[in-house]
């Protein structure tokens, strides 16, 4: 029994000594988790929140552009960008906002709202931003700031949309032998599509271009034979 309380007091000892020498890295360690945890949470709880006042807002965004209220859609449209720029609802809003200022002859609007997708959607919604900004350049005849936002990569999904649309750019700046190839090109990209489809639902696909693809063909006949 002696030796027990002896190996006992032994080992008292040993952890005393121990937690002298480490006691405070410990402690420094363990504090250092519970600050992070707790700084995690509620680093969540910021991001739910953030997202639950965007939705409400964006809420009001869609019901102001079904009633036609464009002042009330682009109030909503700013306090999006304005205080939840990092939530996903802002490039949405954005968008929805665009399109009722197109709509309604607003461009200038439109391009705002377009350009901020551009610079801090994520790709997908920046591909089409930049294909929706690129159409209203072409009404305004800035021919050569449209085609600047159809250079450059595009996600494979795109890339039928941004060659007509610069089949358009350049048919309307008079340039056929640029915009034949253009078209031609979302020809070739919509086959590769097709035919990159499997069993019943390549069949389904090559249906629901079909009417796609005779829109584009007849914009390349538009532009008469090759030269």
Do not use: C
């Not at 890295?25 to 965007?54: F, K, M």
């Not at 809003?93 to 901020?116: E, I, N, R, V």
């Amino acid at each position: 029994m002696a030796t027990y309380d002896l190996e006992e007091q032994e080992q008292l000892a040993e952890m005393k000594a121990w937690w002298k020498q480490y006691g405070n890295l410990v402690t420094g360690i363990v504090a250092a988790a519970a600050i992070g945890v707790i700084a995690w949470q509620g680093w969540n709880w910021y991001q739910r929140s953030q997202a639950g006042q965007a939705s409400m807002v964006y809420n009001v965004l869609q019901k102001a552009v079904m009633e036609k209220d464009l002042q009330r859609a682009k109030a909503a449209s700013g306090e999006l960008l304005e205080k939840f720029g990092r939530t996903t609802y802002a490039p949405l809003g954005a968008l929805t906002a665009a399109k009722a200022m197109f709509d309604s002859g607003d461009l200038k609007t439109a391009k705002l709202q377009l350009t901020w997708v551009v610079e801090h959607g994520n790709d997908e919604l920046r591909d089409l931003a930049r294909l929706r900004l690129a159409a209203v350049l072409l009404d305004e005849k800035a021919y050569d700031e449209a085609l600047k936002q159809l250079d450059g990569k595009t996600a494979p999904g795109f890339a039928v949309r941004f060659a007509e649309s610069r089949g358009d750019v350049l048919g309307a700046q008079g340039k056929k032998e640029e915009a034949r190839s253009a078209y031609q090109a979302a020809l070739a990209k919509l086959d590769e599509a097709d035919a990159s489809g499997k069993g019943k639902n390549s069949l389904q696909d090559k249906q629901a271009n079909a009417p796609y693809r005779e829109m584009l063909q007849q914009k390349l006949d538009s532009l008469g034979g090759s030269k």
